[in-house]
């Protein structure tokens, strides 16, 4: 294209004004959505920010890439934890010393598991925790990797849950863990409930409540499949993050969501549309199926909004 540079590999970026491209790229960075194997430019009169993840918005553009760190080994990010692939304690030393953001790497021991989907882990370098405090969009976590399900990767997708809302809503949070959905969709809800069956992850939820000042999530510690008996008023939307088992929850969810309301339901899939059948046991409303984000090679994570009909 005349007058364009070429800079490099094609990627995802969001083009922002040059005066709003700082605020923007350390929203960015706090949200894990700014990929930092690239370099941001400037085009014309803009900035482009590169990302890791979907962001409404975003558009193709070149970038160079920052050059690699070698010695560095790979591993994801979690507030002040490294977690590595490798059991590898020279590797986490490096990579504790290259960030000042940093306090301990961890490797795990186990794969995601039981029913409170946790994880065990070796501590590699820095200090001996699993804890630590997460930012997504301007809101605080505190997190125990070891104690109570956290994944950043989904701070995307409850900010498009969040601007699908109406304000004054009330939702339901069935798996709510430490309240990532619970506490963002609250900027809008006039109520959320969040249940959790795990003591730990209800008792980080309670913390997580204050911590961002919120006063309109009520926590609860209880099985989702229990939740009808409880005499809660239909909600208007109703939030399903247990992918490998949130399926057989539907009825429950469906029985507790008003007719027009949205359910949301996560699933693991490896065919477009493998819950729709037993989505259509439960409702004919009108159904969207997206892929949130990739599992494992030919796995994907699937988000079905289900808009309820009597
Ligand atoms: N929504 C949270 C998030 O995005 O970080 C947590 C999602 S995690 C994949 C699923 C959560 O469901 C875990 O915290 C687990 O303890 C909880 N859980 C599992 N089975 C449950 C059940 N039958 N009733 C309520 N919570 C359950």
């Given at each position: 294209?005349?007058?364009?540079?070429?800079v490099?590999?094609?990627?995802?970026?969001?083009?922002?004004?040059k005066?709003?491209?700082?605020?923007?790229?350390?929203r960015?960075?706090?949200?894990?959505?700014?990929?930092?194997?690239?370099?941001?430019?400037?085009?014309g009169?803009?900035?482009?920010?590169?990302?890791?993840?979907?962001?409404?918005?975003?558009?193709?553009?070149?970038?160079?890439a920052v050059?690699?760190?070698?010695?560095?080994?790979?591993?994801?990010?979690v507030?002040?934890?490294?977690?590595?692939?490798?059991?590898?304690?020279?590797g986490?030393?490096?990579?504790?010393?290259?960030?000042?953001?940093?306090?301990?790497?961890?490797?795990?021991?186990?794969?995601?598991?039981?029913?409170?989907?946790?994880?065990?882990?070796?501590?590699?370098?820095?200090?001996?925790t699993?804890?630590?405090?997460?930012?997504?969009?301007?809101?605080?976590?505190?997190?125990?990797?070891?104690?109570a399900y956290?994944?950043?990767?989904?701070?995307?997708?409850r900010?498009?849950?969040?601007?699908?809302m109406?304000?004054?809503?009330?939702?339901?949070?069935?798996?709510?863990?430490?309240?990532?959905?619970?506490?963002?969709?609250?900027?809008?809800?006039?109520?959320?409930?969040?249940?959790?069956?795990n003591?730990?992850?209800?008792?980080?939820?309670?913390?997580?409540?204050?911590?961002?000042r919120?006063?309109?999530?009520?926590?609860?510690?209880?099985?989702?499949?229990h939740?009808?008996?409880?005499?809660?008023r239909?909600?208007?939307?109703?939030?399903?993050?247990?992918?490998?088992?949130?399926?057989r929850?539907l009825?429950?969810?469906?029985?507790?969501?008003r007719?027009?309301g949205?359910?949301?339901?996560?699933a693991?899939?490896?065919?477009?549309?493998?819950?729709?059948?037993l989505?259509?046991?439960?409702?004919?409303?009108?159904?969207?199926?997206?892929?949130?984000?990739?599992?494992?090679?030919?796995?994907?994570?699937?988000?079905?909004?289900?808009?309820?009909?009597?």
């Amino acid at each position: 294209m005349a007058g364009v540079e070429s800079v490099g590999e094609e990627h995802w970026c969001l083009v922002v004004p040059k005066q709003e491209a700082e605020e923007r790229r350390r929203r960015l960075l706090e949200a894990g959505l700014l990929d930092r194997r690239y370099r941001p430019r400037q085009e014309g009169d803009t900035v482009l920010l590169p990302l890791t993840d979907g962001v409404p918005g975003a558009v193709l553009r070149e970038f160079e890439a920052v050059p690699e760190r070698p010695d560095l080994p790979r591993h994801e990010i979690v507030g002040g934890i490294a977690i590595m692939q490798e059991n590898d304690p020279a590797g986490a030393g490096r990579l504790l010393a290259s960030r000042p953001s940093l306090h301990t790497v961890l490797f795990p021991e186990t794969p995601v598991e039981g029913e409170y989907r946790t994880r065990r882990f070796a501590v590699l370098a820095g200090v001996p925790t699993t804890r630590t405090r997460v930012t997504e969009y301007g809101l605080r976590f505190d997190v125990d990797l070891s104690h109570a399900y956290f994944s950043a990767r989904l701070s995307t997708e409850r900010q498009r849950v969040l601007a699908a809302m109406e304000e004054g809503e009330r939702v339901l949070d069935m798996f709510a863990g430490v309240g990532p959905f619970a506490v963002t969709l609250a900027r809008k809800a006039d109520l959320v409930v969040a249940a959790d069956l795990n003591p730990a992850a209800v008792h980080l939820l309670v913390e997580n409540i204050t911590l961002n000042r919120v006063n309109n999530v009520v926590p609860v510690l209880a099985d989702a499949g229990h939740l009808p008996r409880y005499g809660f008023r239909p909600f208007d939307r109703v939030i399903m993050n247990l992918p490998l088992a949130a399926p057989r929850f539907l009825p429950e969810a469906a029985a507790l969501c008003r007719d027009g309301g949205t359910i949301h339901l996560y699933a693991l899939e490896e065919q477009d549309w493998e819950y729709l059948s037993l989505i259509r046991e439960v409702t004919w409303g009108e159904v969207i199926e997206r892929r949130v984000r990739t599992y494992s090679p030919g796995k994907w994570h699937a988000v079905y909004d289900i808009t309820l009909e009597g």
